[in-house]
């Protein structure tokens, strides 16, 4: 069974940083693109970053210049790092995997328990 595992959410003072870790396991054969998605009270899930598995990335224009997607295919892992971090990035933040199970015939989204960003003075 396949789990994306989360780290590196808390609470951060304006202007800081964080780096955020999505780690995926269990009976996986390739993983095609990733991504990070957040919801913020009150709001729905909205897109931060994707990295393809040849490493093309795509940003909201929210986050552009201040974040960064990257991936270690190695470890099936995939990172954000955040930078310039502001009041309203605050959200729960979810990692995304399209990935390919061995046991099964297609690739399938998974995604991860999510993590809380706090930004705040």
């Known amino acids: 069974q396949v789990q994306l595992v989360e780290s590196g959410g808390g609470l951060v003072q304006p202007g800081g940083s964080l780096r955020l870790s999505c780690a995926a396991s269990g009976g996986i054969g390739a993983i095609g693109a990733m991504g990070w998605y957040r919801q913020a009270p009150g709001k729905q899930r909205e897109l931060v970053a994707t990295?393809?598995?040849?490493?093309?990335?795509n940003y909201a224009d929210s986050v552009k210049g201040r974040f960064t997607i990257s991936r270690d295919n190695a470890k099936n892992t995939e990172y954000l790092q955040m930078n310039s971090l502001r009041p309203e990035d605050t959200a729960v933040y979810y990692c995304?995997?399209?990935?390919?199970?061995?046991?099964?015939?297609?690739?399938?989204?998974?995604w991860g328990q999510g993590t809380q960003v706090t930004v705040s003075s």
């Open positions: 990295i393809t598995s040849g490493g093309n990335t």
């Open positions: 995304n995997m399209i990935i390919w199970v061995r046991t099964e015939i297609a690739f399938n989204r998974y």
